[in-house]
């Protein structure tokens, strides 16, 4: 499998998620101004969507859109716990996850790399954004992860996304929860190989 990435961007999810798997994988990075990839061909040939993350399995068939290549990465390796088993209501709770994430959060810090935004977008954003992390932050209370004791691929995707608080001057501090979240996911062996892999850490 090969994912294609961008250092920081939502693509750190899935390159968490095979980090954590155990898998073999290979990455290429791509440059989204210029649609590039890292050995010069047209990305936008690869993926027509022409962003990351997009992960090229080994019989050509190409992935899109992070909850989707983080459930096929989590079913990959079952024994990793990844994901709860298709089927079970552990499972469709983890596909809420990754949907709140997705559209709530992720979404929401959009603007705020958008050189077009105006401010009063990016006001509403920003309390839009903190609502939902203050219900995320309730969430966490009393739990390690989002699933409980495991770490999921709902975990990567969130701390990938709270990873950007930083780029808007958003102190996490001020939810207690997220940030032993982040400080805790921020540790594990996986986390830290794929932080130095993109420079990140």
């Not at 390159?15 to 990075?29: N, R, W």
């Not at 997705?102 to 603007?111: D, G, I, N, R, Y």
């Not at 999921?152 to 032993?180: K, N």
Request: hydrophobic share 45%; glycine share 6%.
């Amino acid at each position: 499998m090969k994912l294609y990435f961008k250092p920081g961007a939502c693509s750190l999810s899935p390159h968490i998620a095979l980090e954590e798997s155990g898998l073999d994988y290979e990455t290429e990075s791509v440059n989204l101004k210029t649609k590039r990839t890292a050995q010069n061909d047209d990305f936008n040939v690869i993926n027509p969507k022409g962003y990351v993350p997009a992960l090229l399995l080994d019989d050509g068939v190409l992935l899109t859109e992070g909850p989707a290549i983080l459930q096929y990465i989590a079913d990959q390796a079952p024994g990793r716990k990844l994901a709860p088993a298709n089927g079970t209501i552990a499972r469709y709770l983890l596909q809420g996850w990754l949907n709140f994430i997705a559209t709530e959060l992720h979404k929401s810090f959009s603007p705020f790399f958008n050189p077009a935004a105006k401010d009063d977008w990016k006001a509403l954003a920003r309390a839009n954004l903190e609502r939902r992390l203050g219900y995320t932050d309730a969430q966490l209370a009393g739990k390690a992860y989002l699933m409980g004791d495991d770490f999921s691929v709902a975990d990567a995707y969130l701390f990938t996304v709270l990873s950007w608080a930083r780029h808007i001057q958003l102190d996490l501090a001020q939810w207690p929860h997220l940030s032993a979240f982040v400080a805790r996911v921020s540790e594990r062996p996986a986390v830290q190989a794929v932080l130095k892999t993109e420079s990140l850490g």
